[in-house]
């Protein structure tokens, strides 16, 4: 078990709701299981004047659906002793001076290692790093201790401004003490695919141009924008999901098998994917890419608003919550097999999964039934949630004739009887307190995968009559999806059924 040195952890953005929902959350499981170091302290800092104790009596009630009161009353109570909090204006150089002075009120112990996370809107993230700097605080005082600062995303808006920040960031941080965040990276399930594709003879051959006839990525949620509405109309699903967590988890999926299980020889392997990205230029933005919005509908029986009426969205606004594109990577591997990603807010249910499309047989000794009935093989790697692999093919109906009929071998997490799978937030904080940045994205994987979609967006400002479809909430976005497929018979797996009542679930 990897146990992290004594730290210190600040984090800006402390009372924000990714340091309520993701974080702390985070931090009191690993403290729960004995995760974290013996020592160490958690200073919050946000804009608000808070005492501790309002700032722990917050968390408490942030923490309440993670904490077993009965059982953990004690161990809750320790953990909160660690917990403190500081208001703090980015803005005010007067600020990091109280800063340093709280974090020099710690023990010796955890000063020597400090770990900052920026959870907070990304124009702070320079601004903050030179404050640091200017107190020295970004120094590491010896080999043996360290400095690190976690960036959330979005990293950058284009690629001018993520090369602008990474320019800023590496005035004040070294590349080895920059983690930048992708929560999709730190799901188990996403991991799960390297140990898959790496530590299993079985389908290494297959995983290829030769093999595979065509690859679909989703990451379906059925959620809106909720109360969000102010920075997602200025992101759009191309920035808030398709540039980091879908190329991330494309990158996983198409990355050559790397010379060693380590964190350099990981990343050099999934940027060399995104770098081999094709880019959609000009008229082919309009084959290849299938822009949505949702508009208001009812979903079983519950009347909700389309985006244009959700909260701090412009009611004229072009932004779109659906994108569907067919992608290619120029390499050995993958030359001419489509990645097809889609993603997009108010789909009929929340489903992430990758399907692996193989060839069928050259010769078709079953040529009377259709793909669909012959059952085409298939591998579904399911992210969430049911996380677990499915594998398809066909097999004969048992009686007279040969009626071909598909089945599946499934395996699902949840059959292996254990806990609940750690939230990738644990797995990352852990990760970053102990100094391994596999799981956290290098800055020349997120510069490749803006140069892929730095172009559509270009295009789509200079075009804004680009056709932007509607899809009402709840379904599976605009139908147009299937110009993707140029006609052919192939459409996208619809792993839910019966989403129209309660007994709604996903099949694997
Ligand atoms: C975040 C996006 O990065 O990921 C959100 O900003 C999105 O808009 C979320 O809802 C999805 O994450 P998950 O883990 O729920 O699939």
Known sequence: MRIPDPFTLIIFGGTGDLSHRKLFPALYKLFLQKRLAPSFEILALGRKALSNEDFREQIRTSLQKDVDFESEQEILDSFMTHVHFQNLDVGQPADFLRLQQSIQSFHEEVQ???????????DFFA?????????????????????????????GTDLESANLLNKELLKYFEEHQIYRIDHYLGKESVQNILAFRFANGLFLP??????????EVTAAESLGVEDRGGYYDQSGAMRDMIQNHLLQLLAVIAMESPNHFDPDSIRDEKA????????????DIHDQVIRGQYIGSKIRGEVVPGYRDEANV??????ETFVAIKAFIDNERWQG???YIRTGKRLPTRVSEVVIHFNGPGHQLFNEFTTEQRGENQLVLRIQPDEGVLLKFGLKVPGSGFKIAPVGMDFHYSDLNEDALPEAYERLILDALIGDNTLYARADAV???????DPILDYWRQHPNTKL??????TWGPPETLTLFEGSEEDWRYPCKNLSNDDSYCEL
């Open 469 to 474: 479809y509607g899809y009402p909430a709840g």
């Open 127 to 155: 601004p903050v790093a030179r404050e640091l700097a200017a107190l020295n605080l970004n120094q590491e005082i010896s080999r043996t201790t360290w400095r690190r600062i976690i960036l959330e995303k979005p990293f």
């Open 206 to 215: 297959l995983w290829n141009r030769r093999h595979i006839h065509r690859v």
């Open 272 to 283: 060399k994917v995104l770098k081999a990205l094709r880019p959609i230029h000009g008229s």
């Open 337 to 339: 097999v489509p990645f």
């Open 314 to 319: 412009d009611p004229q606004s072009s932004r």
């Open 447 to 453: 510069q490749a995968a803006w140069k892929f979609v």
């Open 112 to 122: 020597q290692n400090i770990l900052f996370y920026l959870a907070t809107a990304p």
